[in-house]
């Protein structure tokens, strides 16, 4: 007996088929406008973090007048002497640090942990300077390597790895329904392991933005990469094939704007400053600084924010796990078992098509 073809699908079916899935591109583009034109395109001081070095009344009132002058763009402070000042650029509590000379002004920056900081403090004491009739010297206490000479080859490496493990989620969630998620989830383990593998071996051997500590670099990569992907199919199992969108605006659209790859969250609005503290690419981007650059100062912090992120996925994929259980039934008939392939290939080619979107 031959099978009876399926009937051909309404205009008005279809293109409410078509237009149902062009909601998920159209919120990307609102999405990805809101969150990069918000955080990058007018990047201000906001409490940006300064000091003044020296002791005396003179200057006190001359990190008074500064601060009166800027206003809330500016947390000045004094420090004693040039020593404390190095440390707290290598400890990343300031943003640059302005010595007062009768004949040589300095300001003291390290552009490793941000290159758009120390430009921003820079054009804040250049005029000081010049008033005064001369020029400003400029001294770097941590740069960067020479193949990375902005500092934000970090970021580059933030947005390969991501895209790497966000892509993947598809992938796993769509083509590996058919598998028990303790299946899904062994095959997250070798995926991140894969992807941070290639993180690796674009910012070491590629191109050279590691110099040292490549180790440590690859194992930050890996705990990233595990997290994005255990909360991505753990998601599925609720979202299906919004899944796509949700990582988008977890792991893109908050994610890049916040990690301080480019600017740091003193250069940004409350919004996306506040979400520099803990989420988990800022967690990323500065702890790779800290172990290449500042001598593993905050670290630990940074680590356990990656932990604290993989752990999420973790709880997310367990009760993922629970409720596919609970849905999974005992024994299905062999006409279900078949429309249910069929639906479950159509779904898989839907998230197919709105995962190469997003990418």
Not at 116 to 121: I, P
Not at 197 to 226: D, E, K, N, T
Request: proline fraction near 5%; charge should be neutral; aromatic fraction near 8%.
């Amino acid at each position: 007996m031959s099978a009876t073809a399926e009937p051909a699908p309404r205009l008005r079916d279809a293109l409410r088929h078509v237009l149902l899935h062009l909601v998920t591109p159209l919120l990307m583009c609102l999405g990805m406008g809101l969150a990069y034109m918000g955080a990058f395109v007018t990047p201000e001081p906001n409490d940006m973090p300064i000091a003044v070095v020296g002791s005396g009344p003179q200057t006190q009132a001359f990190a008074q007048t500064v601060k009166d002058k800027a206003g809330d763009t500016l947390d000045v402070r004094t420090l004693a002497d040039r020593e404390q000042a190095v440390d707290a650029l290598k400890s990343l509590d300031i943003a640059g640090a302005y010595v007062p000379d009768a004949k040589s002004p300095e300001l003291i920056v390290a552009t490793a942990g941000s290159d758009m900081s120390a430009t921003a403090a820079q054009k804040i004491f250049t005029p000081v300077a010049a008033r005064q009739g001369l020029p400003l010297k400029v001294t770097d206490v941590a740069p960067p390597v020479e193949d990375d000479p902005t500092g934000q080859g970090l970021f580059f490496l933030l947005v390969a790895v991501s895209i790497g493990s966000y892509a993947s989620v598809a992938v796993l969630g769509a083509a590996g329904a058919g598998l028990r998620m303790r299946a899904r989830a062994g095959l997250v383990v070798g995926v991140s392991f894969a992807v941070s593998l290639i993180g690796a071996a674009l910012a070491g051997p590629v191109f050279h933005l590691v110099h040292q500590g490549l180790w440590g670099v690859w194992a930050m990569s890996w705990l990233y990469a595990a997290g994005i992907l255990f909360i991505g199919i753990g998601l599925h199992t609720f979202l299906n094939r919004w899944t796509t969108l949700a990582m988008m605006v977890l792991f893109v659209m908050l994610n890049f704007t916040t990690s301080g790859g480019l600017f740091r969250p003193e250069l940004q609005n409350g919004f996306f400053g506040s979400l520099h503290a803990f989420w988990n690419g800022a967690g990323f981007v500065e702890g790779i600084r800290s172990h290449l650059y500042f001598g593993g100062h905050g670290l630990a912090a940074h680590v356990w924010t990656l932990v604290g992120w993989l752990v999420l996925g973790l709880l997310i994929v367990a009760v993922a796990a629970l409720r596919e259980r609970r849905q999974r039934p005992a024994t299905t008939p062999a006409p279900a078992r078949h429309a249910a392939a069929r639906g479950q290939e159509r779904e898989a080619q839907e998230e197919e098509m709105e995962e190469s979107v997003a990418v």
